[in-house]
Each structure stands twice: as C-alpha cells, then as structure tokens.
C-alpha cells in the first residue's frame, strides 16, 4: 500500500496559522471520511489530535483543526506555538485495509 | 485513564521470530474496541502493522500480512505481535495504541518499545 504524500517540512512564527496537507487517492482520503491526524513530539508516542476529518478530542485544543477536499485532507494549526514543534502524520482509511499512514511532517516554529 | 506497555526482548537474530506483548490497564476488551501494533524505524515515519477487534478479527498491513499474527489473551488482560523471518528492516519502536469505538484511529499509545534485528 502506498502512503499517503505530505510535505516534508513546514514552518511558522508564533501567532501565525499554518496547514499541512495529506493527499491520496479516490480509494482511501478522497473515498472515505476516516482521516486521522497525530502529533508526534521528540522521543515520545504519537498522539491522537484529530479523526474522521475535522473531529477533535475534547483533551486536544481547539487550535488544530482538519478538513478534506477531493482527495486531500489539511490540519490547520492557528496561534501557532513553540509547544507546537513537532512530526505530523495522517492517517487513512483504504479500500484494501484500515489504516495507511502519511509520511509525515516536521513542523517548525521559528 | 488506559494505560498500555509494551513488552519482549530488544534484540532479535535475523531470521528469528520477534514477539512483542502489551499490558493493558484500565480498560478491558470490550465490545466495540480495536488493539494494534504501529512501528516506527529509527528516524523514519509510522508504519501501520495491524488490528485486532475486541472480537478477535484481525487486520493486517499487506506488506507484512505474510509474517504478522496479532493475538489477544482477554484473561490476563494483554495482546501480542508475532512477526516472523524478521531482517534489519524491521529494526523499529514499535507501538501498541487502541481505541474504544473504531479500528479508523488510535486515541490511546503505550510508550513504544525499541526492537533491534542483529546477529
């Protein structure tokens, strides 16, 4: 199963609003409305920041927002925060099985 | 609050199997929930390995579906990774996470375990 593309890197000064794209196929992103999105700080687990495109866990702040068109999904992160730096990655549901992960993205605030 | 920890050796032969067990604490394998493995290779990005329902029906990555068994023990409370013929490409942290409703996200990880594949 391939994996899904996004940027390698982004950044941002604190304040500002930043997004990262996720883009598939019609067979997992653009099929489906199970994206997920982790945030993975240095050394630690991932954790869960958004699902089925735009849901946020109630522990998660409501700075990072998701959302998809077509066949690409976007995590929105506004008033950006040092706390904030760390790897991105999406997930998808797939025709052929339930989760193919994006290569992620290292988010840097300047 | 779920707390899971992961467990098993370190160190792998090549050609060997590597068996990985995570404990799962406060929460039990109920219905609706979904338990897998996610790994990670030293400075690279999150592979997806496989679920297993609360019921016992297992997904697997494609790529691994041939060597891969997840496995659940609902009396002492843990489930398991067996990978086979492993290589140096499987050297990685490996993850257990869960989720109490959908197989589609991971809302809870363990701390991961590093598992290195060397004669």
């Known amino acids: 199963q391939s994996a899904l593309t996004q940027p390698a890197s982004v950044s941002g000064s604190p304040g500002q609003s930043i997004t990262i794209s996720c883009t598939g196929t019609?067979?997992?992103?653009?099929?489906?409305?199970?994206v997920s999105w982790y945030q993975q700080r240095p050394g630690k687990a991932p954790r869960l920041i958004i699902y089925?495109?735009?849901t946020r866990p109630s522990r998660v702040s409501d700075r990072f927002s998701g959302s998809k068109s077509g066949n690409t999904a976007s995590l929105t992160i506004s008033g950006l925060q040092a706390e904030d730096e760390a790897d991105y990655y999406c997930?998808?549901?797939?025709?052929?099985?339930?989760?193919?992960f994006g290569g992620g993205t290292r988010l840097t605030v300047l | 609050q779920v707390q899971l920890q992961e467990s098993g050796p370190g160190l792998v032969k090549p050609s060997e199997t590597l068996s990985l067990t995570c404990a799962v604490f406060?929460?039990?394998?109920?219905?609706?929930?979904?338990w897998g493995w996610i790994r990670q290779p030293p400075g690279k990005g999150l592979e997806w390995v496989g679920t297993i329902s609360h019921d016992g029906a297992t997904f697997y990555n494609p790529t691994l579906k041939s060597r891969v068994t997840i496995s659940l023990d609902t009396s002492k409370n843990h489930f398991s990774l067996r990978l086979t013929s492993v290589t140096a490409a499987d050297t990685a942290m490996y993850y257990c996470?869960?989720?109490?409703?959908?197989?589609?996200?991971?809302?809870?990880w363990g701390q991961g375990t590093l598992v290195t594949v060397s004669s």
């Open positions: 997930t998808s549901y797939t025709t052929s099985s339930p989760c193919v």
């Open positions: 406060g929460y039990s394998f109920t219905s609706g929930s979904f």
């Open positions: 019609s067979n997992d992103v653009g099929g489906y409305n199970f």
């Open positions: 996470a869960m989720d109490t409703s959908s197989m589609t996200r991971n809302d809870w």
């Open positions: 089925d495109v735009s």
